[in-house]
């Protein structure tokens, strides 16, 4: 800064009369910045008529949609084809989804654990969901139970029927208080 106003003030004065139009720049509109700062946190698609004020100003969690996916670092698709309810309120989930490996084919038999965490708290829920296989490469699992209102990570372990890792995804969701 201090280098910047030095050769603002060298630069003003090697000029002479010519630095003087410089006083008059007009100054930038003083309501542009609070107009267009408010739309950037608009609702997300979870938010529902009445959005939990809670979950307004979070920007880590997804946006559900049905058939929302994550791909891990080895290349597999977890595609979450339905959240039962739609992730929004604290309570019991049960999720279906569909594993793909990196060639996208469905994932029989591989050994899933989900693992819901509060980042922010430091701690997961109980009961553990169970992951149950059901057929063409997917799983039911739940009770996902988040019980307490705000941001969740939900982690999902795959690894195969020797148990060696396959890949790992993690959804994210907040929810408010019922
Ligand atoms: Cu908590």
């Not at 559900?64 to 670092?73: E, H, M």
């Not at 569909?98 to 109980?126: C, K, L, W, Y």
Request: one cysteine or more; a negative charge.
């Amino acid at each position: 800064m201090r280098l910047q106003l030095t050769l603002l003030v060298a630069a003003g004065f090697a000029c002479g009369d010519d630095a003087a139009p410089l006083v008059d720049a007009p100054a930038p509109p003083i309501d542009a910045a609070p107009i267009d700062a408010a739309p950037i946190d608009a609702p997300t698609i979870d938010a529902g008529p009445d959005a939990p004020s809670l979950c307004d100003s979070e920007e880590r969690d997804d946006d559900y949609t049905p058939g929302l996916t994550k791909t891990g670092p080895a290349g597999y698709d977890v595609v979450l084809t339905e959240s039962d309810p739609v992730p929004g309120r604290t309570g019991n989930y049960a999720w279906t989804i569909q594993v793909r490996d990196a060639a996208d084919q469905p994932v029989e038999g591989a050994v899933i654990t989900a693992r819901p965490f509060m980042p922010d708290h430091g701690h997961g829920t109980s009961p553990t969901p169970t992951v149950t296989p059901a057929g063409g490469g997917n799983y039911a699992i739940s009770p996902i139970n988040l019980f307490m209102s705000g941001y969740w990570t939900i982690r999902l372990t795959m690894r195969d029927g020797s148990g060696a890792d396959l890949d790992v995804v993690t959804f994210a969701f907040c929810v408010a208080a019922s």
